[in-house]
């Protein structure tokens, strides 16, 4: 089965606010992809972690570990074509963005399996070495129905 491309998104602040309230580990992406730090270099690929490597070199980390509960409502697609008009700063973030990009399409299989794999072990209270780094999931999944009715009942009233 050939599974969708991914695409980079922007998630609505007052959703990860929300969220943040609950956990403050959490603050942008889901599985969170964040840049690499020194420290990132030595670890190991593991069932919450992956380093996103474009030829040779390490440009980007995902941590599965901080996998939030998005839906359509709450995220917006970030345009990643480079355009005549964006500044150098613009294009850089755009290159990066589509390298990191490149990398996920090009490892969809592992990275979907890895989060199949998390996501149950956690759930199943399995004792695991990768269990203290997680959020709680279903608290998660919890705070997301409960954001989004409020959603819905505040555009219902307006």
């Keep these: 089965m050939t599974q969708s491309p991914l695409y980079v998104y922007r998630i ?11 956990d403050d580990r959490i603050f942008s992406v889901s599985p969170q ?11 190991r690929d593991k069932i919450d972690f ?23 409502a709450q ?8 355009r005549k008009l964006d500044n150098m700063d613009t294009r ?3 290159e990066l963005l589509n390298k990191e990009l ?24 399995e004792n695991f070495t990768a269990r203290k ?7 998660m999944e919890q705070e997301c129905e409960k954001y989004n009715s409020r959603i819905k009942k505040d555009q219902q009233a307006h």
């Design 102 to 125: 490149e990398w996920c399409n090009q490892h969809i299989s592992d990275l979907t399996n890895t989060a199949n794999i998390l996501y149950p072990k956690y759930n199943s209270d």
């Design 75 to 82: 995220i917006q697609r970030i345009d990643t074509k480079i």
């Design 33 to 43: 992809m964040l840049r690499p730090k020194k420290k990132h270099e030595k670890m």
């Design 50 to 72: 992956k380093k996103i490597i474009h030829n040779g070199v390490l440009i980007g980390v995902l941590n599965f570990n901080l996998m939030i509960p998005v839906e359509a």
């Design 92 to 94: 850089k973030k755009k």
């Design 133 to 139: 780094q997680c959020l709680n999931f279903k608290r």
């Design 12 to 22: 609505d602040m007052k959703y990860i606010r929300n969220l943040h309230n609950n």
